[in-house]
């Protein structure tokens, strides 16, 4: 939960205002969205967005990557938990929760290569790290929301064929017995079989 209501606040903040650290921050000083939200930019898309920002927009983008410290790990433990509660009975799916953790790694060599050119070098490794980093951390963010979202639904059908289950149950047991209490046949059956007889017995012995 803790995890959750985190994820939740730092994704607003980052996400849906003009705040400290935020994206849309950087788009106002750089005039384009930052690399982070890119899939897999290459050398020039990302030297591009780097001659584009100005000095307000370089801190803006620093800003963003003091906050990208801490998100991915974020995001990673809200996931992780969630996909641990939905495959506690599908323990053959326990291994999805390692989707998260690898897109975390992924997050960070993108920053690794984002704080390199923030540090106002131009190293070809730094483009190259950003590309490698947002392509294993996009695919792999797809695969982990696609696996929790996919698992939701099926718990959610899960827990409603359970509730019908119940029901199913007694509404058969009462057919039942009200077909037993209508049916003349049916009584005479149930009065005449092995335990009628003993009971019929008992009863003679009694009136000698």
């Not at 053959?92 to 929760?97: G, P, Q, T, Y």
């Not at 696609?146 to 509730?163: F, K, M, N």
Request: positive net charge; glycine residues 10%; contains cysteine.
């Amino acid at each position: 939960m803790v995890a959750a209501a985190l994820w939740l606040v730092m994704s607003g903040w980052m996400f849906a205002t003009h705040a400290w650290g935020s994206l849309p921050a950087v788009v106002d000083g750089c005039g384009s969205p930052a690399p982070d939200v890119r899939f897999a930019p290459d050398a020039d898309a990302v030297a591009a967005f780097m001659a584009g920002c100005r000095s307000a927009g370089s801190a803006a983008y620093l800003h963003l990557q003091v906050l990208d410290l801490l998100f991915p790990s974020v995001t990673a433990a809200f996931l992780v938990a969630a996909l641990l509660l939905l495959t506690r009975r599908r323990r053959s799916l326990r291994w999805l929760v390692v989707l998260p953790l690898l897109v975390a790694v992924g997050d960070y060599v993108e920053n690794v290569g984002a704080w390199a050119l923030l540090a106002g070098g131009d190293p070809t490794w730094a483009y190259r790290l950003v590309q490698l980093g947002s392509a294993v951390k996009n695919v792999l963010s797809w695969a982990s929301w696609l696996a929790l979202i996919v698992l939701v639904v099926a718990s959610i059908g899960a827990a409603r064929r359970h509730r019908r289950r119940p029901r199913a149950q007694s509404m058969g047991r009462s057919t039942s017995s009200g077909a037993e209490a209508h049916d003349p046949a049916a009584a005479e059956l149930i009065g005449s079989g092995p335990g009628a007889s003993r009971t019929g017995s008992i009863v003679g012995l009694r009136d000698r």
